[in-house]
């Protein structure tokens, strides 16, 4: 099993990225993802989630509005649209599937900053 993050960067304040999680290794149309980011010093919190079909989706209150988590399960992948940056945003984003046992990427930096 195994996740990858990709599409972090370096974006200036109201710009906007796309995050993708491809995944591997299991029947991904079978898990829900979830995103998560964490700041320097502080702790991982919850971002949003998506079903397994993709019809389901939640936010944390400090990105609704602004971002949008969606899935191509021919793809195997999960995306995370990032619009209306702040610098509150930056941080190390990770995907996790709820497969038994569940299961992080390893991380993609996003930096928001002038």
């Known amino acids: 099993v195994q996740l990858v993050e990709s599409g972090g960067g370096l974006v200036q304040p109201g710009g906007s990225l796309r995050l993708s999680c491809a995944a591997a290794g299991y029947t991904f149309s079978r898990y829900g993802i979830t995103w998560h980011r964490q700041a320097p010093g502080k702790e991982r919190e919850w971002v949003a989630g998506?079903?397994?079909?993709?019809?389901?989706?939640t936010y944390a209150d400090s990105v609704k509005g602004r971002f949008t988590i969606s899935r191509d399960n021919a793809k195997n992948t999960v995306y995370l649209q990032m619009n209306s940056l702040k610098a509150e945003d930056t941080g190390v984003y990770y995907c996790y599937s709820t497969i038994t046992g569940g299961r992080w990427g390893q991380g993609t930096q996003v930096t928001v900053s002038s």
């Open positions: 998506i079903s397994t079909s993709g019809g389901v989706t």
